[in-house]
Nanobody
Framework: QLQLVESGGGLVQPGGSLRLSCAASGFSLDYHSIGWFRQAPGKEREGVSCIGYSGGSTNYADSVKGRFTISRDNAKNTVYLQMNSLKPEDTAVYYC????????????????????????WGKGTLVTVSS
C-alpha cells in the first residue's frame, strides 16, 4: 500500500522553528519529486515547496523563500521541510505529495509547486503559529 505520512507539526510561537517530515511506505521516493502544500482555514491549498527526484532542483513560494528549506534523504525514504522564522500566517495543515516517477517539480507564478501532477498525498500535519 502506497502511503505518505507527515509528522512534526505542532504549536510554536512566532519566530520559532519546526521541521516537518514526510515518510513514504510501500514505495521508494528515489524517482519521485516531492512537494509540500498547505491549507489554512477558509483558504485554498497553496504550494509551499518542491524538491526534484534527483534532489538537484527546488522551488519555494515567495511567501516562504529564505525561511523554509526542503531536503530529502533517500536512504531514509523521507523528505523534510525545515521552517524557520515562523509567522502566524504560516498556520495551516501541511501536506506532502509525490509526483509520478521521473516527473520534475513545476512552479506556479507565485514560486511554489503546481498542484496538478501530484499523484500521492499524505493526510497532513497541523502547524499552529501563535503566542
Amino acid at each position: 500500500q502506497l502511503q505518505l505520512v507527515e509528522s512534526g507539526g505542532g504549536l510554536v510561537q512566532p519566530g520559532g522553528s519546526l521541521r516537518l517530515s514526510c515518510a513514504a511506505s510501500g514505495f521508494s521516493l528515489d524517482y519521485h519529486s516531492i512537494g509540500w502544500f498547505r491549507q489554512a482555514p477558509g483558504k485554498e491549498r497553496e504550494g509551499v515547496s518542491c524538491i526534484g527526484y534527483s534532489g538537484g532542483s527546488t522551488n519555494y513560494a515567495d511567501s516562504v523563500k529564505g525561511r523554509f528549506t526542503i531536503s530529502r534523504d533517500n536512504a531514509k525514504n523521507t523528505v523534510y521541510l525545515q521552517m524557520n522564522s515562523l509567522k502566524p500566517e504560516d498556520t495551516a495543515v501541511y501536506y506532502c505529495a509525490a509526483t509520478s516517477m521521473f516527473r520534475l517539480c513545476a512552479s506556479t507564478p507565485g514560486g511554489g509547486p503546481v498542484y496538478a501532477g501530484m499523484n500521492y498525498w499524505g493526510k497532513g500535519t497541523l502547524v499552529t503559529v501563535s503566542s
